[in-house]
């Protein structure tokens, strides 16, 4: 039972450099999330995707982008990596809406030197 | 926006000592949700609290949602080693709008 899977665990880019971080989850959830954590920050969201075809931005959506392949997938794109956004990304989803449950992936450790 | 404080930032207890972490929000919530997460690790739903002055327990762990529906509160009793990690707490003022408290991090000393 897989839950919620997150590619990479890891990965250090240069700045400049742009990557996409992958999330999928087979539960057959609607909603899915793309947070980051930075240390004595708790958890910010970057971008949300309430269900299959939508898109809304949340806390801190700068610099970043989204794309909500199919109702499984949801990733989350860096264009030009800056060392503000190391940090450790984590996917979450949930049933139907953010005031639900939801289940987190084991994260991306992100380095950007 | 909807702001989530969390107290206290960190805690070191002795084992078996008993432990409180407090959620306070700055407007009236629809529900709150308790997460737990290990170092390392990702976080781990543990429960939701909906009803104004909801009491909820889990073993050791007692889970409080205030009269007001601003503040929630985590209260462990006789701390052991595997209650080591950050508690979040994350509070819902609507469908999407899911607010994470900043984490209490909790260390036992054997």
């Known amino acids: 039972n897989a839950g919620v899977t997150q590619t990479p665990k890891f990965q250090v880019l240069k700045t400049g450099q742009s990557m996409t971080l992958q999330c999928a989850q087979d539960m057959n959830h609607n909603s899915m999330y793309w947070y980051r954590q930075d240390p004595g920050m708790g958890l910010r969201l970057i971008y949300y995707s309430a269900s299959e075809g939508t898109t809304d931005k949340g806390e801190v959506p700068n610099g970043y982008n989204v794309s909500r392949l199919n109702k499984r997938e949801f990733s989350l794109r860096l264009e030009s990596a800056a060392p503000s956004q190391t940090s450790v990304y984590f996917c979450a989803s949930s049933v139907q809406g953010s005031n639900q449950p939801q289940h987190f992936g084991d994260g991306t450790r992100l380095s950007i030197l | 926006g909807q702001q989530v404080m969390q107290i206290p930032q960190y805690q070191h207890v002795q084992e078996g000592e008993d432990f409180t972490t407090y959620c306070n929000s700055s407007?009236?919530?629809?529900?709150i949700q308790w997460y737990k997460q290990r170092p390392g690790g990702h976080p781990v739903f543990l429960i939701q609290?909906?009803?104004?002055?909801e009491v909820k327990k889990q073993k050791r762990l007692t889970f409080q949602f205030g009269e007001a529906k601003k503040n929630s509160s985590l209260h462990i009793t006789a701390t052991q080693t595997t209650d080591v990690g950050t508690y979040f707490c994350a509070g819902s003022g609507g469908y999407q709008k899911v607010t994470f408290g900043t984490g209490t991090k909790l260390q036992v000393i054997p």
């Open positions: 407007t009236t919530l629809s529900n």
């Open positions: 609290l909906v009803k104004s002055g």
